[in-house]
């Protein structure tokens, strides 16, 4: 795990370097992929370094641990952009649509609704990802393949949301490439033009797929504790 800003700023050169190595040889069509560095179950001192090297898009999975730990320190950061990647429930919706940026998890209609209606109670309109289960896993959340189109047509039009993209998990154990393909062919039909897809693991095969958006946390931040991966 990285301790320091000169550790932190090796590994994401590193992680940026594959990035760009991935986008120039499989001619990606985005100019550029965002990285979101994944800080979820991490602490605020174990982000700082990564703020400190000049990442500014952070990704976290659950509100309530944002919620403790990024105010403070987007009083430091200010530029500091950051996604909510993870399940969102709708008792959560008002702190989360309070502190994040960006809401990639949007992933059923009533979900959709209360967003829009705190959206324009805080005066706020943030660029939201439809999350697709893109393995059908009855564990995972997501709206199913073939709901997606007429769900992104339903969050824009009914619900007024600002949708700019899709993102997906693809199953575990599984080749991703072929998962990864399959959402942007879904992007296409939905008229989006932005992929949030691709981990530590497999965000080289997503970027040759046309990832804008990849989530990276291991790879930067080091082994999550056991009991929170």
């Known amino acids: 795990m990285a301790n320091?800003?000169?550790?932190?700023q090796t590994a994401l050169d590193y992680?940026?370097?594959r990035m760009e190595k991935a986008r120039r040889r499989f001619g990606a069509p985005p100019e550029d992929v965002e990285l979101v560095a994944v800080s979820k179950t991490f602490s605020a001192s174990d982000i700082e370094p990564f703020l400190e090297a000049g990442q500014t898009v952070f990704g976290e999975n659950r509100v309530q641990e944002a919620k403790d730990k990024w105010p403070e320190l987007r009083q430091r950061y200010p530029d500091v952009q950051l996604h909510l990647i993870g399940p969102?429930?709708?008792?959560?919706?008002?702190?989360?649509?309070?502190?994040?940026?960006?809401?990639e998890s949007?992933?059923?209609?009533?979900?959709a609704g209360v967003l829009a209606q705190e959206m324009h109670r805080l005066g706020r309109s943030l660029p939201c990802f439809v999350q697709v289960n893109i393995g059908a896993e009855p564990q995972k959340a997501g709206i199913a393949v073939d709901e997606t189109a007429d769900f992104v047509a339903r969050c824009r039009?009914?619900?007024?949301?600002?949708v700019v993209g899709l993102m997906c998990i693809p199953p575990d154990g599984q080749p991703a490439g072929p998962y990864f393909?399959?959402?942007?062919a879904l992007a296409k039909a939905a008229?989006?033009?932005?992929?949030?897809?691709?981990?530590?693991?497999?965000?080289e095969t997503a970027i040759a797929m046309g990832a804008t958006h990849v989530r990276v946390g291991s790879a930067l931040f080091g082994r999550r504790p056991a009991a929170s991966a």
Do not use: P, W, Y
């Open 4 to 8: 320091s800003a000169a550790n932190a």
């Open 15 to 17: 992680i940026r370097s």
């Open 88 to 103: 969102l429930q709708t008792n959560k919706v008002r702190d989360a649509v309070a502190l994040f940026d960006v809401i």
């Open 106 to 111: 949007v992933d059923r209609d009533k979900l």
């Open 157 to 162: 039009d009914v619900h007024g949301l600002d």
């Open 181 to 184: 393909a399959l959402l942007s």
């Open 191 to 203: 008229s989006v033009e932005n992929l949030s897809m691709g981990m530590s693991g497999d965000f």
